[in-house]
């Protein structure tokens, strides 16, 4: 008996020294993860989720500067319309087979289905081709100022690459295999939506020499494995699991709990993404009342942004009115063209309404009741949807079932939407290609569906444009001309800011929620 008592404490003894040895980061995410294609979807966590095991040709940095990844050198011709481009060395799926140029080509084209910028850029190729297994070439119809602006694409979507089968799957249908070249390979055998997704170190990649920022550089691993802990929302359990050490990071505390944080032992906040977020409101063009330019005017005039700021972020240090659909602070940020908002009151709103036609058909607005950084935006523009004269519909639900609700075209009354509210990463919005509110190519755009032959000539112009100063140009038409037709409301930016362990360090500045370079001491 003494010897089997003696055993089995051995036993435990290097259990613990094994798990000891295991370094596991574990992070409360921003909202749930559900779908794991993020290519399909625009929802952050699936850009996230695609940072981890998947990687990219190009990527931006924290001053906007786009660098190589993948991609190890590359070459124009003299007339700009062939690109050609040299993989480095190294590259290799997660099944062990190397990455070629054929996988290259297939992801681009899969991409350039579905993101307004790939949509823009793909209007310009001519072909694509993998004349060698480590080289991939791009031929144009005419030359274009946004190939390594597009391919270095930061946010949703991303142009992530994947083996060749799996991206030869319809752009209109998720992906069922997760297998990419990234630093980390996806547990499918361990996810489970709603409680948890884990990620554990890729052994055989092999990073950049260069210092990370944004998404370029080097994304070295420096722990065995990320646990997302999907099933935490709420808030007070948050705090209350940082402070014990049971967590190491909270992405997106609610902002009344940051008084909590700032005096908790052993946290420390920090501010990763100081150009922070924009909040946005999106009308249904398809369907009524928001089928009528008038009426969705009335409702930008409405949604006047101070509201929406103090009702959901609440601390002045952390948000600001921005009257710009581009970030504010950017080189395309303007106010040109949204006095219609800016300079609006809620008398002005009810007399557009009067004058727009409005039949009284109801506004149906989703509202997610587990996403603690939007979740009070809804509430809000009911409000002022009311004020303004609009007869208003609010549903709650999770953000998940919003996500797949604002993909579908049906009417309202059939299961669609009109308004959904959200928010945006500033390099999501900060230009007119990467902005995907401001695609306005019909049932081809991001939902919503706003069709203007306009704008999206003016989004032509600027991808061919080289110079920077007709380019700006560019961007104050094609926003005077959003707000005109109101393809969206911009509800001001807001940054919020990280809770980590004081243990936790290398998070990387501008790349969003991403687990490359951090160390837990």
């Not at 990844?69 to 590259?91: A, C, H, I, N, Y």
């Not at 994947?162 to 249908?173: F, G, I, L, Q, S």
Request: aromatic share 10%; proline share 6%; with cysteine.
């Amino acid at each position: 008996m003494n010897g089997r008592i003696l055993a089995a404490a051995a036993l435990v003894l290097l259990v613990s020294a094994v798990n000891a040895q295991d370094k596991v980061l574990r992070v409360v995410p921003h909202s749930n993860l559900s779908i794991l294609d993020p290519i399909w979807t625009t929802q952050f966590m699936a850009r996230n989720h695609g940072y981890m095991i998947y990687d990219t040709l190009f990527g931006t940095d924290e001053k906007n500067q786009v660098k190589p990844q993948m991609v190890e050198k590359w070459t124009v011709s003299p007339d700009q319309r062939l690109w050609t481009f040299t993989l480095r060395p190294g590259l290799e799926f997660h099944d062990g087979k190397p990455v070629s140029g054929e996988d290259v080509t297939a992801s681009l084209e899969r991409w350039g289905k579905r993101d307004a910028m790939g949509q823009t850029l793909m209007k310009f190729v001519e072909r694509m081709d993998a004349p060698a297994p480590n080289t991939f070439r791009i031929f144009l119809r005419e030359p274009c100022g946004i190939m390594l602006e597009a391919l270095g694409k930061p946010s949703s979507n991303v142009p992530f690459i994947m083996p060749k089968r799996v991206a030869e799957t319809p752009a209109d249908k998720q992906i069922e295999e997760h297998i990419g070249s990234g630093p980390y390979v996806f547990k499918r055998d361990e996810f489970k939506p709603g409680d948890k997704a884990v990620y554990v170190k890729n052994t055989k990649y092999v990073p950049r020499k260069e210092t990370p920022s944004g998404t370029t550089g080097g994304k070295n691993v420096y722990v065995d494995r990320v646990e997302w802990n999907l099933a935490l929302r709420d808030a007070q359990a948050q705090v209350n699991a940082l402070a014990k050490g049971e967590v190491d990071i909270l992405e997106r505390p609610a902002f009344e709990s940051y008084e909590q944080l700032k005096k908790a032992d052993g946290v420390v906040l920090v501010n990763k993404d100081p150009l922070g977020f924009q909040y946005m409101g999106r009308f249904n063009h398809l369907h009524p009342p928001f089928n009528n330019p008038k009426v969705r005017q009335a409702a930008i005039a409405a949604m006047q942004q101070e509201p929406f700021l103090r009702a959901q972020v609440g601390v002045k240090e952390f948000y600001k009115s921005c009257a710009s659909m581009y970030t504010c602070g950017t080189p395309y940020g303007t106010s040109k063209g949204s006095d219609i908002q800016s300079k609006s009151n809620m008398k002005k709103a009810q007399e557009m309404l009067k004058a727009s036609g409005y039949d009284g058909t109801p506004v149906v607005i989703l509202k997610p009741t587990d996403l603690a950084a939007i979740q009070k935006l809804p509430d809000v523009a009911a409000q002022l949807l009311r004020q303004a004269g609009f007869k208003v519909d609010l549903q709650a639900m999770d953000w998940n079932t919003v996500v797949s609700r604002r993909a579908k075209k049906e009417a309202p009354a059939q299961g669609g939407w009109n308004i959904f509210l959200t928010a945006w990463l500033a390099p999501d919005v900060w230009s007119p290609l990467t902005n995907a509110a401001l695609g306005a190519a019909g049932e081809k755009s991001w939902f919503g569906w706003p069709s203007d032959q306009q704008i999206e000539k003016l989004r032509d112009q600027f991808a061919r444009e080289t110079d920077d100063g007709k380019r700006k140009a560019l961007a104050e038409q094609i926003q005077v001309r959003a707000f005109e037709i109101g393809t969206h409301a911009p509800l001001g930016e807001y940054v919020n800011p990280y809770a980590t362990r004081k243990n936790i360090s290398g998070l990387v500045t501008g790349s969003g929620d991403t687990y490359w370079n951090v160390k837990k001491n």
